[in-house]
């Protein structure tokens, strides 16, 4: 069955500081990978996807993610937080068969003004 | 705004009891999914509706049932409620003809008590 493992359950940083956060999925076909973003108390909100072509995705609020294939990685990336980032974030692959989103267990991000 | 519409926002239930939810799709949306998202866990697919039908489920018992109407619009019924069906549950939609991905709901809150 196809699976998404998040390796960071609670992610501290400072202002300014920069992020990655690691995504490893399982499956090794075709692949249509997010990442979400879940604000306190607010609805799981669409950072970025990838379907095809470049590898290298950018997003919303200056997030991007790099698709490395050989690693089965999708990991998400940001080079200077802010204190707004603080939220729930959850790597995502779309099923073989296109109907649902497998996720992560999510990685809580905090981050201190 | 999220685009989808749940409701209710919070609900508490007995155990034994049974529970409707309700969403309201994305305006040019046609595709309604189901997730059930347990605290410090990921979202979990139950299952899809597209066309009044529904085309795939998730691990989840025939407990949980579903609906959904000429309008796109979709219920979630859960009978014979248990302590361990308390999570947030998600309503997400999409249209099958783009690859926008998914819009979530904002969820309801099922407590069972």
């Known amino acids: 069955a196809q699976s998404v493992s998040q390796h960071n359950h609670h992610v501290i940083l400072s202002e300014a500081a920069s992020l990655e956060l690691g995504c490893n999925y399982s499956?090794?076909?075709?692949?249509?990978l997010f990442w979400y973003v879940q604000y306190p108390g607010q609805h799981l909100q669409l950072l970025l996807k990838?379907?095809?072509?470049?590898?290298l995705v950018k997003g919303i609020k200056g997030f991007e993610a790099e698709f490395i294939k050989s690693k089965f990685s999708f990991n998400l990336r940001k080079p200077s937080v802010q204190w707004s980032d603080t939220a729930e974030y959850f790597c995502?692959?779309?099923?073989?068969?296109?109907?649902?989103?497998?996720f992560g267990k999510g990685t809580t991000l905090s981050v201190s003004s | 705004d999220a685009g989808v519409t749940q409701s209710p926002t919070h609900l508490i239930k007995t155990r034994g009891q049974q529970v409707t939810l309700r969403c309201s799709p994305k305006?040019?949306?046609?595709?309604v999914s189901w997730y059930q998202q347990a605290l410090g866990q990921g979202p979990q697919f139950i299952f899809q509706?597209?066309?009044?039908?529904?085309?795939q489920r998730g691990n989840f018992p025939d407990r949980f049932s579903g609906h959904q109407f000429p309008n796109y619009s979709s219920e979630l019924n859960v009978n014979a409620l248990l302590l361990g069906d308390s999570a947030l549950y998600l309503c997400?939609?999409?249209?099958?003809?783009?690859?926008?991905?998914?819009?979530f709901g904002s969820g309801t809150r099922l407590t069972v008590v």
């Open positions: 995502a692959v779309r099923n073989q068969a296109g109907t649902a989103l497998i």
């Open positions: 499956y090794g076909g075709t692949v249509n």
């Open positions: 990838y379907f095809s072509g470049d590898p």
């Open positions: 305006s040019g949306h046609d595709t």
């Open positions: 509706y597209y066309e009044e039908e529904e085309r």
């Open positions: 997400a939609s999409e249209n099958q003809w783009t690859d926008g991905g998914y819009t």
